[in-house]
T-cell receptor, first 114, second 114 residues
Framework: GQQLNQSPQSMFIQEGEDVSMNCTSSSIFNTWLWYKQDPGEGPVLLIA?????ELTSNGRLTAQFGITRKDSFLNISASIPSDVGIYFC??????????????FGQGTTLQVKP | GAGVSQSPSNKVTEKGKDVELRCDPISGHTALYWYRQSLGQGLEFLIYFQGNSAPDKSGLPSDRFSAERTGGSVSTLTIQRTQQEDSAVYLC????????????FGSGTRLTVV
């Protein structure tokens, strides 16, 4: 089935450093979403991308929808301890807009050292 | 309620027993989704309900899994004759409409089959 390849699998960084993670797929997506999951909680939406090439920011977060519609990246600037968690990319396949069914990447676990 | 409520938050069951997981979506949300998250993995789509339409059951892994949504609100996911590989966190999400845009997840039910 369709898969999203998310990398890196985990990151351990120093507070204040910038972070970058990305997702790629062999399939075309019409929507890319980035979620963050804290322990014991469900994922929370961070950024939604709807157009190829779109670059969107949300505070210290920046995400882009690849021009080919097969990839996306998420950057976090000046990381802080509360950025710790698991970050998931998710996409909605082109042609599946009537269901809202998402395909998720396997997640990037971020740890921040104070 | 203010968010998506799932119960129980944790469930330990013996192999072979049946379990029922409950989801109370946000009031007024017409779309409801069930996902499964295995340890260290991304989210796997199970089933989707939208209003009075027939549910999309394409993600259910076997005929031991079933779900219903009564009155367009509360949903119950039932797993019959549980197996150890069913151990996972089962997440429910709801949204105003289809499209996968920013739907809200509950905190999940952690199921452990022993």
């Amino acid at each position: 089935g369709q898969q999203l390849n998310q990398s890196p699998q985990s990151m351990f960084i120093q507070e204040g450093e910038d972070v970058s993670m990305n997702c790629t797929s062999s399939s075309i997506f019409n929507t890319w979403l980035w979620y963050k999951q804290d322990p014991g909680e469900g994922p929370v939406l961070l950024i939604a991308l709807y157009k190829a090439g779109e670059l969107t920011s949300n505070g210290r977060l920046t995400a882009q929808f690849g021009i080919t519609r097969k990839d996306s990246f998420l950057n976090i600037s000046a990381s802080i301890p509360s950025d710790v968690g698991i970050y998931f990319c998710a996409g909605q396949l082109s042609g599946s807009s009537n269901t809202g069914k998402l395909i998720f990447g396997q997640g990037t676990t971020l740890q921040v050292k104070p | 309620g203010a968010g998506v409520s799932q119960s129980p938050s944790n469930k330990v069951t013996e192999k072979g027993k049946d379990v029922e997981l409950r989801c109370d979506p946000i009031s007024g949300h017409t779309a409801l989704y069930w996902y499964r998250q295995s340890l260290g993995q991304g989210l796997e789509f199970l089933i989707y309900f939208q209003g009075n339409s027939a549910p999309d059951k394409s993600g259910l892994p076997s005929d031991r899994f079933s779900a219903e949504r009564t009155g367009g609100s509360v949903s119950t996911l039932t797993i019959q004759r549980t197996q150890q590989e069913d151990s996972a966190v089962y997440l429910c999400a709801s949204s105003f409409k289809t499209g996968g845009f920013g739907y809200t997840f509950g905190s999940g039910t952690r199921l452990t089959v022993v």
